[in-house]
């Protein structure tokens, strides 16, 4: 990817980008930030036709669909309005300082018989959710995950947007506004994200604590691979690598009942020390 005046442009071999207009933009900024959200819509077509509404006074300078296909609705020059009352490091109304990217993804889930349901109804499979804690709160819920098109999508138009504009770093909405919004949640592998954007300051080992009990330590990146065995809060693993929201890690200590020290944890399980 590559920005020409201020839009994103596909390279061979690239996805294409849309671009739909949205009418909810105001003057020029000098952005220092790159934001992710969730949209907690239906679709990525429904955040779309909202964010085109004059009415919403809402919108973003990137939608990216789960099937990885990239909108782009705001030029990143100008402010779009995705942050609200926000502010971050001495910075008050983030609008004004940073671009938005906007998930599509459901986002915070309640489970309802064996189901879990989105605030507007939609119903989805267990397979499709993360039940984790977020950070700025005390109790589990349901997270809707995040897909691999749509992870490395926003891989590639944020690493042309941070080159771009060197921004001086990547944020969620959570982080700008955390007694108000819950996005992009746990679902969304923050700290691989960065590390894939920002590079490794050093070749040091990258160590993190379960900061949970009960975790499964498995023998892939989701829940359908076997349980190995379960983690108490405390244990300290290492990093080895990534796949989307998910750690393959290396135990530091032996654990009663494992016998391989080698598996896979959600990211959102785990913090970096």
Known sequence: MKIVNNKLVSEVGEPAVAFVNSPNQSGTITPKYLVIHYTAGRSAASSIDWFKNPTAKASAHLVIGLDGKINQMVPFN???????????????????????????????????GNKWVAWFGGEYPDSKVLVATHKHQNTPAGWHAYTKEQIDACILVSHAIMQQYNLLDILGHEDISPLRKEDPGPAFPMESFKSVLKGREDDTRELYKLNTAGVNFRSGPGTEFAV?????????????????????????????????????????LLKKL
């Open 78 to 112: 100008k402010t779009a309005f995705h942050a609200g009352k926000s502010q971050w490091a001495g910075l008050v109304g983030m609008n004004s300082h940073s671009i938005g990217i906007e998930l599509d993804n459901p986002g915070k889930l309640r489970k309802v």
């Open 228 to 268: 190995l065995g379960k983690l108490k809060a405390g244990i300290k693993v290492e990093f080895i690598k990534s796949n989307m929201s998910w750690y393959n890690v290396l135990l530091t200590e032996k654990v009663t009942g494992i016998v391989e020290p080698e598996g896979w944890i959600h990211s959102s």
